[in-house]
């Protein structure tokens, strides 16, 4: 192959390359302008809430709802007393409906 042919193949396939790029920014869509949202629809994640109490202990006053929620996700790897104060504050709002089967069932302990 003579020197010549080579640059005209390099040449090619670079203009060939160029033309393609040139051809698809002709027809890619055009950036539409930014619609102005609500602030509050822009950000769907909630703040994080911090826990109160760090202990497993029974709480000294009664549980809102919101720590009632709180209490009981923090707490659902094990039996603590403050997760069964949670779980008596969402029995009492309606929020928990205990099934019947385990009515009986001591806490912590297997059938």
Do not use: Y
């Not at 160029?18 to 950000?43: E, H, K, L």
């Not at 909630?46 to 996700?73: I, S």
């Amino acid at each position: 192959m003579e020197p010549w042919q080579i640059v005209h193949n390099v040449l090619a396939v670079v203009g060939g390359g160029a033309f393609a790029m040139v051809g698809m920014a002709c027809v890619w869509p055009i950036n539409q302008p930014r619609r102005d949202r609500p602030a509050a629809r822009r950000c769907r994640l909630r703040p994080v809430e911090w826990p109160k109490a760090w202990t497993c202990g029974p709480p000294e006053q009664p549980f809102t709802l919101a720590d009632a929620h709180a209490g009981m996700q923090l707490h659902r790897e094990h039996d603590c007393d403050r997760k069964h104060a949670a779980f008596d504050a969402l029995v009492a709002a309606g929020r928990i409906h205990p099934d019947s089967a385990r009515r009986h069932r001591l806490w912590g302990k297997p059938w």
